[in-house]
């Protein structure tokens, strides 16, 4: 298959959905599947082709979800079987397709595999996970957990210590094991046979571990980072195997989170020929404002001129061979509009102008819930606000240890912590933003009665009203799918430019990163083009400056 032949999840754009923070039909607060239900006409009207799941199955909520203890059970608290089916109907009669988070990484320690594997060494589920023997009365390696601390627990019981690269609650599944790669495979192809579309595998790179699991470099807590074991020996093996014995059989779309990948990896996951996976979701972009020795945990900004060399590289290094994802936001991520615009004088402009340097690329693109109305980070004033245990974990490890300040820390929190996109979803600006009745399980960000829905819907000139654009635009345009992607400006600080090319037609996308007027002579070629698209009402294509934040697109 080459990069240009036409395929429905290249010209899909999918949207993201947190459950927990998403509709609360039945107000306990928690968002859940028949909210779901109740706003897939909004979705429609987005325009939206897929929507992604995150993790709706059966979980103690360590890690909201992400720890699964049965996959093919419904959270009480999201509802039953039914309500998941009933959706699913309504959703494929909306013409949307679901995608599931496939969390198959690690399970809960709660998980009727782990609770056998635990019991003794030679349960017949032992093998199912990593176990090992201490070494000198301490962990078996120096690799630390993503959610601080090391990523081994020690048990009593059998004395060994086993492997979670997560939580304590989130233990690693042993993908050596050809009956675990069953387990999962079969559990795969039932919920495909269900009628689901696919799936976002979490972590999928980290599935493989050398067998001597051997030390990595220490960072700023002592340990070594949970990427160490990123695209292991046998992870492209597996994800063939997968391929073959599940997917083969269906028309999915599929996305491999692929946490520590780099291009030359990406190269096989998402290989055109599609052996492996449809797409990656890489991380050198979102990485950019993390410090030199990847903590994340800092005020860092990302510069622009990086930002085009990562991005660039991936739109030119995986052309014709592989295919991209295109992303700002996911709910690991802060708020693009906080992050890279300016969610305050310009918050409106610099969201649609965001969008339009992402939308324009090459990929799949995905809109995470909020993005489309320019939602922003919250700055909660006490640890105690904080839900995310990747948060709350880091804030006392990292005061605890002397290397910030509660202060300081708070401050990276503010800028840097997942719950930045997992406050509810502003629906109007009644209570909680309309997201429930009952008292949402985190606090609704403040500005919900300015940043909302229902405003943006009937708003012509929204944001909401602008990502709906840049989606039927897209339908409209295999240029914006399928066209080649070429830079321009590299070392500009301020634009972001590039042109899309498809036979004998080209665009260019010219983006001001800045809050100031700046100084932009337009490439001759286009000084007779239309203009596709703009974030500003009036656009002037001979006006030789970009206003603050804008965007302009132009066809020839
Ligand atoms: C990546 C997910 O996106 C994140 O939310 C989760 O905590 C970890 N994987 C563990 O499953």
Request: aromatic share 12%.
């Given at each position: 298959?080459?990069?240009?032949?036409?395929?429905?999840?290249?010209?899909?754009?999918?949207?993201?959905i947190y459950p927990r923070s998403f509709n609360?039909?039945?107000?306990?607060?928690?968002g859940?599947?028949?909210g779901i239900?109740?706003k897939?006409?909004?979705?429609?009207?987005?325009?939206?082709?897929?929507?992604?799941?995150?993790?709706?199955?059966?979980?103690?909520?360590?890690?909201?979800?992400?720890?699964?203890?049965?996959?093919?059970?419904?959270?009480?608290?999201?509802?039953?079987?039914?309500?998941?089916?009933?959706?699913?109907?309504?959703?494929?009669?909306?013409?949307?397709?679901?995608?599931?988070?496939?969390?198959?990484?690690?399970?809960?320690?709660?998980?009727?595999?782990?609770?056998?594997?635990?019991?003794?060494?030679?349960?017949?589920?032992?093998?199912?996970?990593?176990?090992?023997?201490?070494?000198?009365?301490?962990?078996?390696?120096?690799?630390?957990?993503?959610?601080?601390?090391?990523?081994?627990?020690?048990?009593?019981?059998?004395?060994?210590?086993?492997?979670?690269?997560?939580?304590?609650?989130?233990?690693?599944?042993?993908?050596?094991?050809?009956?675990?790669?069953?387990?999962?495979?079969?559990?795969?192809?039932?919920?495909?046979?269900?009628?689901?579309?696919?799936?976002?595998?979490?972590?999928?790179?980290?599935?493989?571990?050398?067998?001597?699991?051997?030390?990595?470099?220490?960072?700023?807590?002592?340990?070594?980072?949970?990427?160490?074991?990123?695209?292991?020996?046998?992870?492209?093996?597996?994800?063939?195997?997968?391929?073959?014995?599940?997917?083969?059989?269906?028309?999915?779309?599929?996305?491999?989170?692929?946490?520590?990948?780099?291009?030359?990896?990406?190269?096989?996951?998402?290989?055109?020929?599609?052996?492996?996976?449809?797409?990656?979701?890489?991380?050198?972009?979102?990485?950019?404002?993390?410090?030199?020795?990847?903590?994340?945990?800092?005020?860092?900004?990302?510069?622009?001129?990086?930002?085009?060399?990562?991005?660039?590289?991936?739109?030119?290094?995986?052309?014709?061979?592989?295919?991209?994802?295109?992303?700002?936001?996911?709910?690991?991520?802060?708020?693009?509009?906080?992050?890279?615009?300016?969610?305050?004088?310009?918050?409106?402009?610099?969201?649609?102008?965001?969008?339009?340097?992402?939308?324009?690329?090459?990929?799949?693109?995905?809109?995470?819930q909020?993005?489309?109305?320019?939602?922003?980070?919250?700055?909660?004033?006490?640890?105690?606000?904080?839900?995310?245990?990747?948060?709350?974990?880091?804030?006392?490890?990292?005061?605890?240890?002397?290397?910030?300040?509660?202060?300081?820390?708070?401050?990276?929190?503010?800028?840097?912590?997942?719950?930045?996109?997992?406050?509810?979803m502003?629906?109007?600006?009644?209570?909680?933003?309309?997201?429930?009745?009952?008292?949402?399980?985190?606090?609704?960000?403040?500005?919900?009665?300015?940043?909302?829905?229902?405003?943006?819907?009937?708003?012509?000139?929204?944001?909401?009203?602008?990502?709906?654009?840049?989606?039927?635009?897209?339908?409209?345009?295999?240029?914006?799918?399928?066209?080649?992607?070429?830079?321009?400006?590299?070392?500009?600080?301020?634009?972001?430019?590039?042109?899309?090319?498809?036979?004998?037609?080209?665009?260019?996308?010219?983006?001001?990163?800045?809050?100031?007027?700046?100084?932009?002579?337009?490439?001759?070629?286009?000084?007779?083009?239309?203009?596709?698209?703009?974030?500003?009402?009036?656009?002037?294509?001979?006006?030789?400056?970009?206003?603050?934040?804008?965007?302009?697109?132009?066809?020839?």
């Open positions: 298959m080459s990069n240009l032949e036409r395929v429905w999840w290249k010209e899909s754009v999918v949207y993201q609360d039909s039945n107000n306990d607060g928690i859940d599947i028949n239900t109740e897939l006409e909004y979705l429609q009207n987005l325009g939206i082709d897929v929507i992604w799941l995150s993790p709706i199955y059966q979980s103690p909520n360590d890690d909201n979800g992400y720890d699964i203890s049965d996959y093919q059970a419904i959270m009480n608290e999201f509802g039953t079987m039914d309500d998941f089916e009933k959706m699913l109907k309504k959703a494929h009669e909306c013409n949307i397709k679901i995608v599931m988070d496939l969390v198959v990484n690690h399970t809960s320690d709660e998980h009727y595999w782990f609770t056998e594997s635990k019991k003794s060494k030679d349960n017949p589920y032992r093998d199912y996970y990593i176990w090992r023997d201490g070494k000198n009365g301490k962990e078996p390696n120096n690799w630390g957990s993503c959610f601080s601390g090391p990523a081994w627990e020690y048990d009593k019981e059998t004395e060994m210590y086993y492997l979670h690269l997560f939580s304590k609650k989130q233990p690693d599944l042993n993908w050596d094991n050809p009956k675990v790669r069953n387990e999962v495979f079969d559990m795969m192809k039932w919920w495909l046979d269900k009628g689901v579309d696919g799936f976002r595998m979490d972590v999928i790179s980290l599935i493989s571990k050398k067998p001597d699991l051997p030390d990595g470099k220490p960072g700023i807590n002592g340990y070594a980072s949970f990427n160490e074991p990123a695209n292991g020996p046998h992870v492209h093996d597996y994800l063939r195997e997968m391929r073959t014995e599940v997917l083969n059989k269906y028309d999915t779309l599929t996305v491999g989170e692929c946490s520590g990948v780099t291009l030359e990896e990406a190269k096989k996951y998402a290989a055109t020929d599609n052996s492996e996976l449809n797409m990656v979701f890489q991380f050198e972009h979102t990485d950019l404002d993390s410090d030199e020795n990847g903590n994340k945990w800092t005020d860092k900004k990302i510069d622009l001129v990086e930002l085009k060399a990562v991005l660039s590289k991936w739109q030119k290094g995986l052309e014709g061979i592989a295919w991209n994802s295109l992303y700002w936001c996911n709910h690991d991520q802060p708020r693009i509009v906080s992050r890279l615009g300016d969610d305050k004088e310009y918050r409106e402009i610099s969201a649609k102008m965001l969008a339009t340097c992402l939308h324009f690329m090459q990929g799949t693109p995905y809109v995470y909020g993005e489309e109305l320019g939602m922003t980070n919250i700055a909660f004033d006490d640890i105690s606000d904080y839900r995310d245990l990747d948060s709350i974990n880091a804030y006392y490890e990292l005061t605890n240890k002397g290397v910030f300040s509660k202060e300081e820390m708070l401050r990276y929190i503010n800028i840097k912590s997942r719950d930045n996109a997992r406050t509810p502003q629906w109007d600006d009644s209570v909680n933003a309309g997201f429930s009745k009952g008292e949402p399980w985190i606090k609704v960000n403040p500005n919900y009665k300015e940043i909302n829905a229902k405003e943006q819907v009937s708003r012509e000139s929204s944001v909401f009203n602008y990502y709906k654009k840049l989606i039927k635009l897209r339908k409209n345009n295999p240029i914006m799918v399928y066209g080649i992607y070429d830079l321009l400006l590299a070392d500009s600080k301020e634009i972001y430019a590039y042109t899309r090319t498809l036979d004998n037609k080209k665009l260019l996308v010219v983006c001001n990163f800045t809050n100031k007027f700046v100084k932009f002579d337009m490439p001759k070629e286009f000084v007779n083009g239309n203009v596709l698209v703009c974030n500003y009402e009036n656009s002037d294509i001979h006006a030789n400056e970009l206003r603050p934040y804008e965007s302009i697109v132009i066809e020839i």
